[in-house]
């Protein structure tokens, strides 16, 4: 199953509809194909898909929020209940009498789908407690051979409907998607691997258990012999190896900070989330991807992500930065969004902005042609004025 494009209407916070397009946009030039994922193709089109996506802006612009959007949707299509997804505090501001649309469009064994679900908070009158639950839900379905051209795409004007959801249905729980049923017959659903726990807390992922590669360790840190972590009576066994010293062995990943630098700590995670993204095809989504990184290590996830070698799955990487330059490592902008939070969240595709790709695109960032991508003068004058003081 692959992401083509997702919107969300109506969502506390964003100043209008969020648009994030998987597809590629723009012409797909021959130098193109060697950064894009070729995802199908009739006698009418072929159809790339970006294999990175990222959102640049300020601090609190709402990049965290958008990525915590997109890993919601994704737990959506797995099928988990909508209480239980573990990025739900995006509703936290919705009020009572509020909805919700989200509408994603899907690929999956040469079918275009269409799912729209209208989510809304419930709230019970006797406790006054608030969950999340579906008001309505419509799944289509269409074959690629049915698209004429690339516009065509997501047109379901004249696509019947494959599911609806019924209110009085007696074995779907009212918080889980109409999804269930099609992932069960098609065996099928999108792995995620989301960073956007560590963003804040530099701790080794327990998800991740095992050896670790020798060659990623090395990577990071040449002085590492070895180290692997599996679980032990409830707890986590950790075996920490430098070349020239005694094994080290603790029960608490959060004691390696005491041997081991933040970036090491994060790289084991993210690298880790990678491998394991490219073999399953899926998402790896990481926060502040600069935090703990220098620029080489970024450039190089970037790069692997980008090179059909290493990402023969088409995996999708999906991140937020700071950091302008990582822009310069893209050949194309389409899969770039500038986010913004002036009277709300925005997230605008660079490609709508910029059309030509061989610009500098952290120039351009850095000199706010664009717009609210740097800091303001006033601002900056403002503060001057108070350190002065």
């Known amino acids: 199953m692959k992401l083509l494009k997702l919107t969300i209407k109506g969502l506390p916070l964003f100043k209008n509809d969020l648009d994030i397009d ?3 946009q723009r012409r797909v030039g021959n130098n193109d194909k060697e950064y894009l994922y070729h995802l199908f193709s009739n006698t009418n089109v072929n159809v790339y898909i970006n294999q990175t996506i990222s959102f640049i802006g300020l601090n609190a612009s709402g990049k ?3 990525l915590k959007v997109l890993s919601f949707i994704i737990e959506l299509l797995n099928n ?16 009572h009498k509020d909805k919700v649309t989200i509408v994603v469009y899907f690929y999956h064994n040469n079918e275009i789908n269409k799912l729209q679900s209208i989510v809304e908070k419930e ?3 006797i406790d006054g407690s608030e969950r999340l639950i579906f008001r309505d839900e419509i799944l289509w379905s269409k074959s690629i051979h049915t698209v004429t051209t690339k516009k065509s795409i997501l047109d379901f004007k004249d696509t019947d409907r494959i599911a609806i959801r019924n209110q009085n249905e007696q074995y779907l729980l009212d918080d889980v998607s109409i999804i269930v049923a099609s992932n069960k017959k098609h065996d099928t659903n999108l792995f995620l691997y989301s960073a956007l726990n560590i963003t804040d807390h530099n701790l080794l992922s327990i998800l991740i258990l095992g050896k670790y590669p020798k060659e990623i360790l090395t990577f990071l840190d040449p002085s590492i012999e070895y180290l692997y972590a599996r679980p032990e009576n409830k707890k986590i066994d950790i075996r920490l190896k430098f070349y020239g010293k005694d094994e080290i062995i603790l029960n608490n990943p959060v004691l390696l900070n005491n041997y081991l630098s933040s970036g090491t700590i994060k790289g084991l995670s993210v690298f880790m989330g990678a491998i394991f993204t490219f073999q399953e095809g899926g998402y790896l989504i990481v926060d502040e991807i600069e935090n703990h990184f220098n620029k080489e290590i970024v450039s190089t996830l ?3 992500f980008l090179n059909k070698k290493v990402n023969k799955n088409g995996a999708t990487l999906i991140f937020s930065t700071h ?6 490592e893209f050949e194309r902008n389409d899969g770039i969004y500038i986010v913004r939070n002036i009277g709300g969240i925005t997230a605008e595709r660079l490609s709508d902005k910029l059309s030509r790709n061989d610009i500098k695109r952290s120039e351009i960032y850095d000199s706010d042609l664009l717009k609210g991508t740097a800091p303001s003068y006033e601002s900056y004058i403002a503060l001057k004025k108070v350190l002065v003081e």
């Open 323 to 328: 950091y302008s330059v990582l822009l310069d």
């Open 64 to 66: 965290t929020t958008i």
């Open 302 to 304: 970037v790069r692997f």
């Open 80 to 95: 988990n209940p909508l209480n239980s997804i573990s990025t739900r505090d995006i509703f936290d501001a919705l009020d």
């Open 22 to 24: 998987f597809i590629a």
């Open 123 to 125: 709230v019970k009158f």
